[in-house]
């Protein structure tokens, strides 16, 4: 649990609303998780012998299911098999370690939220801007930083017009490959010379949209031999 180096960590962004989420632990720390991950559409149920008052109040709007239960209950067991992710938030570090292992010996997602005790899976600060989403973690380092780092971000991306070019045009050029190139090798060049580009990335940091979108129809043309415009 302890031994897992930066250089193993690999981020992927999963879909909540297809997870069946276990929190053991209903204090401040699983509730910010259960109800992130309710929020999101996951199915969560909470285990706890007692719970913060804004997780009465999802349990009351059909958010979220509490089950009134110790840690070490054989429910947990049971509740274990059926999640695919499984919060634990005890502030105990031993009780944390065991339920942790359990968990991920049966393959299981494992997040760990109130210990030094790492798991197989974090869950970051996440924010919004445009049509990017991005997320930070200190992996348990600084939350703090973390969330400074993801304020940082927001005020670059909110301000930063190639950023916004980019968004525009590369997706507009990315919809007409998709639709009119059915090679994704040939697709993927196209989308490799665009970012080595100087002149395409010298008309998005300047704001010019309109002159980016035909400098990448031209490159793409000529890698593809396809019309786009």
């Not at 507009?172 to 639709?179: H, N, S």
């Amino acid at each position: 649990m302890h031994s897992r180096g930066r250089g193993s960590i690999q981020f992927l962004a999963v879909d909540a609303s297809s997870l069946r989420v276990l929190v053991i632990g209903g204090g401040r720390a699983g509730a910010g998780r259960a109800l992130r991950l309710a929020e999101r559409g996951a199915k969560v149920v909470v285990i706890s012998l007692d719970f913060s008052e804004d997780l009465v109040d999802a349990w009351r709007r059909g958010s979220l299911q509490l089950v009134k239960a110790d840690a070490n209950d054989t429910l947990v067991d049971a509740l274990m098999e059926w999640a695919n992710l499984i919060v634990v938030a005890v502030p105990e570090a031993g009780l944390a370690e065991s339920l942790a292992r359990k968990a991920e010996s049966l393959g299981k997602l494992v997040s760990v939220a109130t210990t030094g005790v790492r798991g197989n899976t974090v869950m970051p600060f996440q924010g919004y801007s445009q049509e990017l989403h991005y997320a930070v973690t200190s992996l348990g380092v600084s939350g703090l930083a973390a969330r400074r780092a993801l304020e940082l971000i927001q005020e670059r991306v909110a301000s930063d017009p190639e950023v916004r070019c980019l968004l525009r045009v590369h997706g507009e050029l990315k919809r007409r490959l998709i639709k009119r190139v059915e090679d994704h090798k040939s697709r993927m060049k196209v989308h490799e010379a665009l970012w080595i580009d100087e002149e395409f990335r010298r008309l998005c940091m300047e704001g010019r949209e309109e002159e980016a979108l035909a400098r990448a129809l031209k490159l793409a043309e000529e890698h593809t031999g396809v019309q786009l415009s």
